[in-house]
């Protein structure tokens, strides 16, 4: 039982903590793989994993080690000096990214260049580094704008927004800094580069926009334009990184070789962490960038048992089995009700299922939380999942069979039945 009721907590936020988020009436306690407990000692079944970063689930043993380590040796000293587990890290990161699969070694090209990687706090920070490293390398031939795509998401700071495709979040904080161009979609990118263009900046798959995974035909084609023309590819794999995609980054399952990637949210399992890897290794000097906590001990301990673990799993195939079973239980899902949901979007972990409407988008919502399954919102009325790939089989079918609890207090109207049966007549 925690120390104060929900009421109490809610009390004290309300009073001191400033209004940016809109809450479920809900805090948790305690949590165990992908189970959590609320203050008053329900048990919810997390689809979410805190938006993704929950990567091993919660109270992982490696990560619980790792963080015990640091809490006895060092948690944080500075990086005026050299730091042995970012130092690893950095490591892993590009040496799992450059191996090739195992059992077809030479089918793939090994990636042959170097990479090296700079640490951050968050995935708005691992990106000001990408932007920073576009406009360096862009300065010599007068080259700074930076293109981004329609519906996706970068980050809050000032750059990262207006690096942002969606207007509703530009709406108070002008001025923004210049040298960002939107392009509608990936044809229309071409459209828009000129002499001045440094990069690309996309998300393989668009996390916030509608888990809206690119086709990846035209991203290998986009990618032949930019080698040709000298531009950045750099791709933002804040939420798709990290095993979610089944591959350490979605640009392995793209097949496609980009000049920068960022990521953050899955890497350290929750500890804040976010990185910037590059083939560009000698854009930056000593005094370029930094970053005061990046890559300390603790965060980087953390993401070397997260590496760690998650190699292993997608090694042993747990991963893709535990993939293949999610999909097998959205699919079913759709199928049951084809009035509520059009289809399956995404791509590995990061996956969704397109809700018809906006109405039954709320309704679908609070009802996952009065059964006690976590789910998350994402743009264009998309019900979003990203569980922690460590989630059991016992824990999926728990969590799909109050999914349908939730489904089954909802109210379609005639209007949206009638509707589907016109569009999908069978
Ligand atoms: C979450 C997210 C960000 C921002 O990360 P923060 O850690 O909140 O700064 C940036 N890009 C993508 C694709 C994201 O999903």
């Not at 992908?34 to 091993?56: E, K, N």
């Not at 079913?332 to 969704?352: D, H, N, Q, W």
């Amino acid at each position: 039982m925690a120390k104060h009721g929900f009421k109490a907590i809610e009390a004290l936020d309300i009073t001191y903590v400033l209004p940016t988020y809109a809450r479920a009436r809900v805090a948790f306690v305690k949590g165990k793989g992908a189970r959590l407990q609320d203050t008053q000692g329900r048990d919810y079944i997390d689809f979410g994993s805190g938006i993704g970063v929950a990567s091993l689930g919660h109270s992982h043993k490696a990560l619980q080690k790792a963080l015990k380590k640091s809490a006895k040796t060092l948690i944080h000293t500075s990086n005026l000096y050299y730091i042995e587990p970012q130092a690893k890290l950095a490591a892993r990161l590009v040496e799992y990214y450059k191996r090739g699969d195992e059992g077809k070694p030479n089918t793939q090209k090994s990636d042959k260049s170097k990479w090296r990687v700079f640490f951050g706090n968050s995935g708005a920070e691992a990106n000001e580094c990408a932007i920073k490293i576009a406009r360096k390398y862009g300065q010599k031939d007068g080259r700074y704008k930076i293109i981004t795509l329609d519906s996706s998401f970068h980050g809050r700071t000032i750059a990262t927004l207006k690096a942002t495709g969606q207007d509703k979040f530009h709406k108070h904080f002008a001025p923004f800094p210049d040298g960002f161009v939107r392009a509608k979609d990936l044809s229309d990118i071409p459209n828009k580069l000129d002499s001045e263009t440094a990069a690309v900046f996309i998300e393989l798959v668009q996390g916030e926009g509608g888990i809206n995974a690119l086709d990846k035909k035209q991203v290998q084609h986009l990618a032949k334009i930019l080698k040709k023309q000298n531009i950045l590819l750099m791709v933002d794999e804040v939420q798709s990184g990290i095993y979610r995609s089944g591959e350490i980054f979605a640009s392995k399952v793209y097949g496609i070789e980009p000049d920068v990637i960022t990521m953050a949210k899955g890497l350290a399992g929750g500890v804040p962490i976010g990185a910037c890897m590059t083939r560009l290794i000698d854009v930056f000097e000593s005094g370029d960038h930094g970053s005061t906590f990046g890559g300390n001990f603790l965060s980087t301990n953390a993401g070397l048992a997260v590496l760690k673990t998650l190699e292993k799993m997608r090694k042993d195939r747990t991963l893709e089995s535990t993939t293949k079973y999610f999909h097998t239980k959205l699919d079913s899902v759709l199928e049951r009700y084809p009035a509520v949901f059009s289809k399956r979007v995404g791509l590995g972990l990061m996956c969704g299922l397109q809700v018809r409407s906006e109405e039954i988008f709320s309704q679908i919502l609070s009802a996952c939380l009065r059964h006690r399954v976590l789910v998350l919102r994402s743009g264009g009325n998309v019900l979003r999942f990203l569980p922690p790939l460590t989630i059991t089989k016992s824990e999926i079918d728990e969590g799909f069979t109050r999914l349908l609890c939730a489904l089954k207090e909802l109210k379609i109207s005639q209007t949206q039945k009638t509707a589907q049966k016109s569009k999908n007549p069978k």
